[in-house]
């Protein structure tokens, strides 16, 4: 590894993580820097445009460079083919039925999927779309979103009266959705428990991008034969490491979130064969 090259890339990430210019000893003392190697690494990245220093107090930011590159190559990223290998390996870990679903509105759709070759097992279609607030990957990536109940009533399209019923188990009131997703940020996932099907759970946890958007998430069908209270938490902390790797094949950093903002919408549409019915 070419040390120099790893030093300066680590300095300009610490810059682009900044909350503010830095001076020469900040960037020292936060990487364990001489002041000196400090000091040589951030003239370069100025020198290369990577960086700009105010002359009035000598402090350095990261420059617009970075966000220009990262506006091309989130244009570029292409969520299916990137994260597909994380959700292989997650189905090849669990034997359910794994999806990776982005939020439209109100709705989920399925971009990717992995069917269960268990002989009982949950059926979805990759194009297909669910209720966001009945299936457990939409209402992980509500939950990230973090919305007051007037903004969550607008995203759903709600008006008035209970959200339409799907099994006697959908969440029907805003009341009891916003608690649901109170409970989905403080674990980390979402639980679906026969609310969008009757006899089949679901598990879904959030997949956020370099900004710390939430932009898909990474959802889970069991059948509710399989769907215990000890193996839905077994299933949970693997759908989340699953979810984290995939963040972090994003760009995303646990210590930087700080902004949600609504998931990038999806109009791809591919049949595949029925099984069972349902999404997570």
């Known amino acids: 590894m070419d040390s120099t090259l790893a030093k300066g890339l680590a300095v300009l990430e610490w810059l682009a993580r ?6 020469v000893v900040d960037v020292a003392q936060a990487l364990n820097l001489p002041r000196s190697n400090a000091h040589r690494t951030l003239q370069t990245l100025v020198a290369c445009g990577w960086a700009v220093q105010d002359p009035a107090t000598s402090s350095y ?5 970075l966000f220009e590159l990262g506006a091309l190559v989130d244009g570029a990223v292409d969520l299916k083919s990137l994260l597909h290998p994380h959700l292989a390996q997650l189905a090849q870990a669990t034997g359910e039925t794994i999806h990776l ?5 109100a709705e989920i759709v399925y971009l990717d999927k992995f069917d269960s070759p268990l002989p009982v097992a949950a059926y979805s279609r990759i194009g297909g779309r669910a209720p966001a607030y009945s299936v457990a990957s939409g209402k992980a990536m509500l939950a990230a979103l973090n919305l007051d109940t007037g903004a969550l009533a607008q995203q759903l399209g709600h008006v008035s009266g209970p959200l339409p019923s799907h099994t006697p188990n959908t969440l029907t009131t805003l009341d009891a959705l916003q608690a649901d997703l109170q409970r989905t940020r ?18 879904g946890a959030p997949v956020f991008n370099a900004r710390a958007e ?9 059948p509710s034969i399989r769907f215990t ?3 839905a938490r077994h299933l949970a ?3 989340s490491t699953c979810a984290s790797a995939a963040s972090q ?5 646990q210590a930087d979130r700080s902004v949600t903002s609504q998931a990038l919408p999806v109009t791809r549409s591919v049949r595949r064969s029925v099984r069972l019915s349902s999404p997570s």
Request: overall charge positive.
């Open 186 to 203: 403080t674990r980390g996932w979402a639980e679906n428990r026969e609310e969008w099907r009757l006899g089949v759970c679901g598990l």
């Open 101 to 105: 679903t982005v939020l439209q509105g």
């Open 214 to 222: 939430v932009v898909a998430a990474v959802g889970m069908s069991v």
């Open 61 to 65: 930011r990261a420059s617009l460079r």
């Open 249 to 253: 094949a994003l760009g995303y950093r």
């Open 229 to 231: 209270r000890a193996q």
């Open 237 to 239: 902390d693997q759908l």
């Open 18 to 23: 900044a909350p503010k210019a830095c001076r």
